[in-house]
């Protein structure tokens, strides 16, 4: 998906940074949670929306709502930004048309298993308590991007070079790219207005945002090589180790923290090496970090440092990326 917006390159990186410097590797590496099954549908959703391909970007799209129904918050947004880029009705009801399927079963499940149909589920005394309120909503914001244990600024520090790029990755980007953060972003409003951002235990780092994450991937991507300008290869390839290296402490020694703790007080490595030990969490770490730094020399002998590739990719992918938006446009005001 990444290869049809980036180059080649960007894209590679980007997965493996995805893969390996987020919760990805801990939590949809680990055990059978819903979240790698929701991010592989809203993948191939993306990748069918780039496509134009509207029905099936629909089908993928709903079929989401069975892994996480409020993942439908998304899956709506997306149709509304069809509609807002090419202002026609008909790519909406084709989306729309391949959203139905996924929305039917996850209902009908909820009769088999409920009694009866209700989109709420099995969170009926969380959403029909009102969520977690203001107050609730505002920590849990704040805990998602910096508390110790499951903050994603604090377990996968990369993501502060793609926060600097973010403005000229928005305004490169075409109308899909964007209309995906802004779905993520309604997710995770929604995420964060009903339950606990710290999500429960037997994992390490966070779980609840990683579909935002998903959603999110294109533009981070983009922003996260243009970012580079900013804050320089060395810092860049530094923080993609830190962030490795992270994960890598707590899957080496297939680590999990197995209480549910205060969030604010207790860092996930610490835990983890209580539990298993200091010596085998360090070597994870270095393991980790080594793996990184082996493929920064790689790069660097093939002279192809991330640096200078996100600089002199920027003008030819925003000309490609311009060039395909037109493209988009056009197909779907000629339908």
Excluded at 101 to 127: C, E, Q, R
Excluded at 226 to 242: I, N, S
Aim: glycine letters at 12%; a positive charge.
């Amino acid at each position: 998906m990444l290869c049809r917006l980036e180059s080649r390159r960007v894209a590679l990186l980007g997965t493996a940074l995805f893969a390996f410097a987020t919760s990805n590797w801990t939590v949809s590496g680990r055990e059978l949670w819903e979240h790698p099954g929701a991010e592989l549908v809203i993948a191939l959703g993306m990748l069918a929306l780039i496509n134009r391909r509207f029905t099936l970007s629909g089908l993928a799209f709903g079929a989401a709502i069975l892994f996480r129904p409020h993942l439908g918050i998304g899956v709506l947004a997306v149709g509304l930004g069809i509609l807002w880029m090419g202002r026609r009705w008909l790519p909406v009801l084709s989306f729309g048309l391949g959203a139905v399927p996924g929305l039917a079963a996850y209902l009908a499940w909820n009769w088999v298993a409920y009694g009866h149909f209700t989109i709420i589920g099995g969170y009926s005394d969380v959403v029909n308590a009102g969520g977690v309120g203001v107050p609730g909503f505002l920590e849990n914001l704040a805990g998602t991007l910096v508390s110790p244990e499951r903050g994603v600024l604090i377990c996968s520090p990369i993501l502060l070079v793609a926060i600097l790029g973010l403005r000229p990755a928005w305004r490169t980007s075409s109308g899909p790219v964007r209309v995906f953060a802004l779905a993520g972003l309604a997710y995770l409003a929604s995420q964060l207005a009903l339950i606990r951002f710290s999500g429960g235990d037997g994992f390490v780092g966070y779980r609840t945002c990683l579909e935002t994450l998903m959603w999110c991937a294109p533009l981070l991507v983009r922003a996260g090589a243009l970012g580079v300008k900013r804050v320089g290869a060395g810092w860049t390839w530094a923080l993609a180790a830190l962030s490795v290296s992270f994960y890598a402490a707590a899957a080496f020694v297939q680590g999990e923290t197995n209480a549910i703790v205060n969030p604010w007080t207790h860092w996930a490595p610490i835990l983890v090496a209580q539990q298993y030990g200091v010596a085998r969490v360090v070597l994870g770490a270095v393991l980790g970090m080594g793996g990184v730094f082996a493929a920064w020399g790689l790069m660097r002998a093939r002279g192809n440092n991330y640096d200078t590739t996100g600089q002199s990719a920027s003008a030819t992918d925003k000309a490609q990326l311009n060039i395909r938006a037109d493209r988009y446009m056009a197909t779907i005001n000629s339908q």
